[in-house]
């Protein structure tokens, strides 16, 4: 029975040690060396020398911060206000370009960072300027940290659905545009629109569709051209129109069948044959189109 016993004790010891190493085998398992960050940092990983990490800050925001282990030695890495830090050193911010020093501030330019995930987590990737085409980067943002005022489309070359943004975003499914992004570029103002002429004041040509007649039901802002409405979940369901600029209007799919140029605010699409519940694809129209 004593034998019993002293067994059972040994096997709890055990299973205890297993429990309470879990969570740093697991950080180990991708490379990333304790430290008192754990506590407060999560998805820890390390990538040619640097140790990577998602850290709170004092505000309770979380922040991608990068710090160069060979820096650190054997002192111990912890989070400074979402930062990583060791004995005399600190590491970076990798969510938006810092404004100098590593400091942590939030200046510097125009820029936008996406990120893999939802809620500024995963891979990153920053852009400064205008980009075509999200080598790299293509169909995977799934959030964004925003310095500026952007447009991003689904589509290479700004084309497709592209939707401005001006504010952080935790989650691009709210636009409809989770892991569909492939180019971006800073947004303009007022002045004539996008390049080539055939905008209209106050910037790009856009268009507010709506379920039901009235501007009421559900709704949605589209920019550039939609060959096929289904996509959105649209087809066949539009009964009125904010319209900015002049655009297409067309029952089949690649602007095909009976189209029609709207170039006004449309509260009932029943006052055009053929055309309430039956749209299918849309464009805006510049120049001598």
Known sequence: MK?????TIAALA??????????????????????????????AYVNQGRLYADCRDTRGRVRETSIELARCSSSDIGNDDGLLVCHGHRGSFEDRPDSGGGDGSWGGGPSVTFFADSDFRGQSFV???????????NDRASSARVNGSWEVCEDTRFGGRCERIDRDVRNFSEFGLNDRISSVRQARGGGGGWGGGGGVPGGRNTITVFRDANY???????RGEIPNLSRLGLNDA??????????????DANFSGQCE???????????YPGFNDRISSLRPLRGRW
């Not at 852009?127 to 790299?136: I, M, N, Q, S, W």
């Not at 539009?238 to 029952?251: F, H, K």
């Open 3 to 7: 034998l019993t016993l002293t067994m």
């Open 216 to 222: 009421t039901g559900g709704s949605e802002t589209l």
């Open 127 to 137: 852009v400064t300027g205008e980009t075509a085409f999200l080598a790299g980067f």
């Open 238 to 251: 539009i009964s009125s129109m904010r319209v900015n600029g002049r655009w297409e209007a067309c029952t």
């Open 261 to 271: 140029v709207f170039d006004g605010d449309v509260r009932n699409l029943s006052s």
């Open 14 to 43: 055990a299973l205890s040690a297993g429990l309470a190493a879990a969570p740093v085998a697991d950080a180990q398992s991708r490379g990333a060396p304790r430290g008192s960050y754990q506590a407060s940092c999560s998805g």
